[in-house]
């Protein structure tokens, strides 16, 4: 498994993802035709930065990025409706059924261990957060995007919403959701090393991390059904529409 120190080699970074490489180019530090066998605690004390001023937003673009090797064929051929109606219904139902019965293992596994073992009162503050930003994130999605969405597709016009009338504004605050969710992610990953069940974990503790595990899967795709497919598919239909390209339903 890949890790991120100051040791680490650009050439590295370059093998392993795009985004952190572009974050660094960003940084104006590390230009194409450089040596990419430098390290990162090189490149920073050549320029006088201390290399954590970079870790943090390579770290930050590696969490991030988007997962390249997820299959949502089971979307193909499909409207922005149904697309919506396969994101409530497999995603958003899955997360308000299991959110608050995670919660509840996490409780009693904190209760039980967290004496022996201080990352899980971090695990449990961390799932809580991410439970009340999802639901937020949810209704947001529900009240704004969504039904633009459908109105496109019914109706050939958006009818406003509390995100305005035009779906940029609701997808740049989804985006940003997403890639916050996805830092949160792998800290989970982090604290459970990788959803490992510890040897004295009881049936309790292995629930739960069996629980946390198909909830990182699920919001991996969720997040990827979202971000590849469903926005740029709203933003296609209204500058379709807004070209006058559509006829109404
Ligand atoms: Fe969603
Ligand atoms: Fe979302």
């Not at 040596?35 to 990162?40: A, L, Q, R, Y």
């Not at 299959?71 to 958003?92: C, P």
């Not at 490992?196 to 990182?216: D, G, H, S």
């Amino acid at each position: 498994m890949f890790e991120l120190s100051s040791e680490t080699r650009v050439s590295e970074l370059q093998a392993e993802s795009q985004a952190m490489m572009k974050t660094l180019k960003k940084t104006g530090i590390f230009r194409d035709g450089d040596d990419p066998n430098v390290t990162i605690a090189e490149l920073c004390y050549s320029f006088g930065l201390h290399p954590k001023i970079l870790l943090m937003p390579l770290a930050r673009a590696l969490a991030t990025e988007a997962p390249t090797d997820i299959d949502v064929s089971e979307l193909n051929g499909m409207t922005l409706t149904q697309i919506v109606e396969n994101i409530e219904s497999k995603h958003h139902a899955y997360l308000r059924e299991m959110m608050p019965v995670s919660l509840e293992l996490l409780n009693r596994v904190l209760n039980a261990h967290g004496a022996n073992d201080p990352r899980l009162a971090e695990l449990h503050e961390l799932f809580r957060n991410m439970t009340e930003e999802l639901e937020n994130h949810m209704l947001h999605e529900e009240e704004a995007l969504f039904p633009m969405c459908r109105d496109m597709e019914i109706d050939g016009k958006i009818t406003p919403t509390r995100c305005g009338e035009a779906v940029g504004g609701p997808i740049a605050c989804m985006e940003n959701d997403h890639d916050r969710a996805r830092e949160q992610l792998a800290q989970l990953s982090t604290l459970t090393d990788n959803f490992a069940v510890p040897n004295y974990a009881c049936m309790t503790y292995r629930n739960m991390i069996e629980q946390l595990k198909l909830f990182n899967q699920d919001m991996v795709v969720h997040i990827h059904k979202e971000n590849e497919v469903l926005f740029p598919g709203a933003v296609k239909k209204q500058t379709a529409l807004r070209k006058g390209l559509l006829k109404k339903a």
